[in-house]
């Protein structure tokens, strides 16, 4: 796993699509994540994070790529990745409308 910055995340993320493209699909996950490394014990007052960040995965085969993302950054990354992923969701099926008007219909009955 290597871990990127924000910009060059996003840089291999782009190709990471376009690799896809030929040979499989990229997964991405994002979770909250609070700066530590170790999983906190099972008892004890362990004390809350200051700032809670974001931290988001690819994955491509066996290549994977991560970065964090600070709540100062969120908004502009969050644009950023939304144009990536708008530019790069060209492989989707369009829906069959003629099946869904017919499934709408026997559920009515």
């Not at 609070?34 to 014990?41: E, I, L, N």
């Not at 989707?92 to 009515?108: F, G």
């Given at each position: 796993?290597?871990?990127?910055?924000?910009?060059?995340?996003?840089?291999?993320?782009?190709?990471?699509?376009?690799?896809?493209?030929?040979?499989?699909?990229?997964q991405?996950?994002?979770?909250?994540y609070?700066?530590?490394?170790?999983?906190?014990?099972?008892?004890?007052?362990?004390?809350?994070?200051?700032?809670?960040?974001?931290?988001?995965?690819?994955?491509?085969?066996?290549?994977?790529?991560?970065?964090?993302?600070?709540?100062?950054?969120?908004?502009?990354?969050?644009?950023?990745?939304?144009?990536?992923?708008?530019?790069?969701m060209?492989?989707?099926?369009?829906?069959?409308?003629?099946?869904?008007?017919?499934?709408?219909?026997?559920?009515?009955?």
């Open positions: 796993m290597v871990l990127l910055e924000n910009d060059s995340f996003l840089t291999e993320l782009t190709k990471l699509f376009q690799k896809g493209k030929a040979s499989g699909s990229v991405i996950t994002m979770k909250r609070d700066g530590r490394t170790k999983p906190k014990p099972r008892k004890g007052n362990v004390a809350e994070p200051s700032e809670y960040k974001c931290l988001i995965r690819a994955t491509l085969g066996n290549k994977k790529i991560s970065t964090v993302v600070s709540q100062k950054d969120v908004n502009r990354f969050q644009m950023a990745y939304a144009n990536l992923l708008k530019g790069n060209d492989g989707l099926k369009k829906k069959d409308k003629k099946t869904a008007k017919k499934t709408k219909s026997k559920a009515t009955q």
